[in-house]
């Protein structure tokens, strides 16, 4: 039993390591967008880089019809689309997860309420709620339906991040 437990114990550093390292890269970015004379207020995490894709933002992205989510995912290398409700359980446990998710991780989140915007849902096939559908590079390489851990969702979005 406590090899088990030591096992989880390193995974758990090496994660928080990962989220070491992704946090210290994007304070580096931050600290190089503000010495090119980048504003930070209004369209921050919107900007082209040089890279190709835009700089991901820090907080879930709302999208409100096909055309945003497009421009999401063509703008964002990765990107985390989370189809929910707000009357949805499984839904309000996930907030959490999903607002570290933007905040911590190489991936662009997308939210899109499935009661107001019916037909993205349908386009992104959400039968059951969550769904959560990840987008590298223009394509939907991974989908999850219902209730996910962090751990899984971070190991997708770091698979097609690198």
């Avoid at 090496?14 to 930070?40: F, N, V």
Wanted: with cysteine; aromatic share 2%.
């Amino acid at each position: 039993m406590s090899d088990a437990a030591d096992a989880n114990d390193s995974a758990g550093d090496d994660a928080k390591t990962e989220r070491e390292r992704i946090r210290e890269r994007k304070r580096r970015e931050l600290e190089a967008r503000l010495d090119d004379g980048d504003a930070l207020d209004g369209g921050a995490g919107t900007e082209t880089g040089d890279g190709g894709g835009s700089a991901t933002p820090n907080e879930p992205i709302h999208v409100n019809g096909t055309e945003e989510l497009q421009r999401a995912v063509d703008d964002h290398d990765v990107v985390l689309v989370d189809c929910y409700a707000d009357w949805c359980g499984p839904c309000q446990m996930m907030e959490p997860t999903v607002e570290a998710l933007a905040a911590e991780t190489d991936a662009a989140v997308a939210k899109v309420d499935v009661d107001a915007n019916q037909a993205v849902a349908q386009q992104l096939g959400a039968r059951s709620i969550p769904t959560l559908v990840l987008y590298a590079d223009g394509e939907a390489v991974d989908r999850f339906v219902g209730a996910q851990d962090r751990a899984t969702l971070e190991a997708a979005i770091d698979e097609h991040a690198a």
